[in-house]
Nanobody, 122 residues
């Protein structure tokens, strides 16, 4: 089992930055990949960014490319999402997830955090 805890959400204005953290605990040595998803009110959960734990290779949704950066600290078992140039449409609950059952982009991960709210005001 892996436990995930997100932090760093909050209320910011358009154009500002925010960094989310996802701390993993438990059976972390077996983790293959982690990802960030988000869900806005009335919308389905969508992929934001994913990172392969061993290589650090990251992939992004088109909507966040060039603005968001995913990274990880293996020693701390923590994944980060640096979000810059935030827009009102980035407003959502952001979830971290670990160990995909299929591919990096599908929301079929074995483990999920509880989510952290990000609100971007215009």
């Amino acid at each position: 089992q892996v436990q995930l805890v997100e932090s760093g959400g909050g209320l910011v204005q358009t154009g500002e930055s925010l960094r989310l953290s996802c701390a993993a605990s438990g059976r972390t040595w077996a983790m293959y990949a982690m990802a960030w998803f988000r869900q806005a009110p009335g919308k389905e959960r969508e992929f934001v960014a994913g990172i392969h734990w061993g290589t650090g290779d990251a992939h992004y949704a088109d909507s966040v490319k060039g603005r968001f950066t995913a990274s990880r600290n293996n020693a701390k078992d923590t994944m980060y999402l640096q979000m810059s140039s935030l827009k009102p449409e980035d407003t959502a609950v952001y979830f971290c997830a670990a160990d995909p059952q299929r591919d990096l982009y599908s929301d079929t991960y074995d483990y999920w955090g509880q989510g952290t709210q990000v609100t971007v005001s215009s």
